[in-house]
């Protein structure tokens, strides 16, 4: 079997790189360990920026449900910032649905899809890429895109790395819940809860309010190598989380915990995101914002931006690292410093969270600014210095109002 490339991993990433490639007529072949529709442990949020830059999935039906507002706690749950707006703050998706829909696109565009084949190795040489599928069944490409997530067979074989020494994890379930009951507790406006800090976790709590589902997780950011002892298991975090919620009457009182479902989340990019006819996308790059856990638009993102490269690539026959690298030049002048400053703001996480807040929640202006990061349409990196400044101002105008 030959192709011009193989992708491997169909989440986000891959069906992304795989539809942008059929699209211009490259020989795509796009590999899953998984048989389809499956579905993968996440809390579904997307952020506005991903709606705007791939419309598609608004018109192929791809989202579940709209939401326009939040409430994000501090950790002591004195304060809070809330906030509502007419136009749309996320967009929640169920991943099955999801992943299957993008995947059906990438069909729709030309490539070929074959799951149920979990790739064991790669093998690189001077003219050409070779996968090897369990079977023993070996496939031929000039290209491999590895967005075969958070831990990526691609990125290791390509001798990239991983993310075992630095990881986060996140454990959640996804409720199905009446619309009426979810109207009743979240309004139409589904209303999505943040608790920071919660329960002394390093981490955050989410109640994400979808149309007939509700998914609710927590997360941190200690990885399991590093963590210390005596600190709470994320799962007790949960079930004690979940009791809270209903404690605060956020969460229907007759909601049951069925099956926690966990997984890591990458904390920062690797050091190296290609090598000779190797590129690598979304988790298994290594490209999330390790503050908030969202990485579907970063998948996209890459995805499509690695479709743009290898299409070049191709037609110019250069699948050598050297010009590969023109990816990872793309994607770091894009946003590699936000995804720093995430990723050092999370190593930081919850220090000075509860002042922060309690400033925020008195200041709609600033509120409107961290909402506007959250959802993808303003830079952390370029919008620093003025959030700086402006919690300073807060913090001396409280300090003189006291
Ligand atoms: C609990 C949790 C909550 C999250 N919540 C959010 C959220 O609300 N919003 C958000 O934007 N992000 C969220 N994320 C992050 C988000 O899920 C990921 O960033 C995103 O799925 C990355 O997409 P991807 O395509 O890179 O990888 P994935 O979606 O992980 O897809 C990788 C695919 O590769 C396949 N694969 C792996 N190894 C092989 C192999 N050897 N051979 C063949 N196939 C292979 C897998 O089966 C999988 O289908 C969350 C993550 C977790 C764990």
Known sequence: MKYDVVIVG?????STAAKFLSEKGVKT???????????????????????????????????????????FYSSSRKYKVSVQKSEIVA??????????GLVKLAIDSGATFLDG???????????????????????????????????STVAKKAGLGNHRDSFGISVFEEYPIKSETIDQYFTKKRIVYGHIKIL????????????????????????????????????????KYIQLLKEEKIIPPNLKIKDIKGAALPHHPLDK??????????????????????????AMYSGCTAAGVVTEALELDKCNADFLSKYERIWKSDFEKDLKLFSRSSRQWGKGSENI??????????????????MGNLSIHKYKWRLL??????????????
């Open 10 to 14: 169909a989440g986000p990433a891959g």
């Open 29 to 71: 072949l796009l590999v899953d360990k998984s048989k389809f529709p499956r579905d993968k442990p996440c809390g579904g949020g997307l952020t506005a920026r991903v709606l705007r830059q791939f419309k598609y999935i608004q018109e192929s039906d791809l989202i579940d449900s709209y939401s326009y507002g939040g409430v």
């Open 91 to 100: 967009a929640m998706v169920l991943r099955k649905k999801f992943d299957y």
């Open 117 to 151: 084949k979990n790739i064991a190795d790669i093998k690189i040489s001077d003219d050409k890429a070779k996968i090897l599928i369990d079977n023993g069944t070996n496939i031929d490409s000039q290209i491999v895109v590895g967005a075969d997530g958070v831990w």
């Open 200 to 239: 002394g976790l390093a981490g955050y709590g989410w109640v994400f309010p979808k149309k007939n589902h509700v998914n609710i997780g927590v997360g941190e950011y200690a990885s399991l190598a590093k963590k210390p002892k005596g600190m709470m298991n994320i799962k007790e975090v949960y079930k």
């Open 273 to 298: 995101t290609y090598a000779d006819r190797v590129i690598l996308c979304g988790d298994a790059a290594g490209l999330i914002n390790s503050l908030t856990g969202e990485g579907i638009d970063f």
């Open 357 to 374: 807040i309690k400033l925020v929640s008195e200041d709609k202006k600033t509120a409107d600014i961290f909402l506007e990061i959250a």
């Open 389 to 402: 400044r402006r919690l300073i101002y807060l913090k001396l105008k409280d300090f003189f109002n006291r």
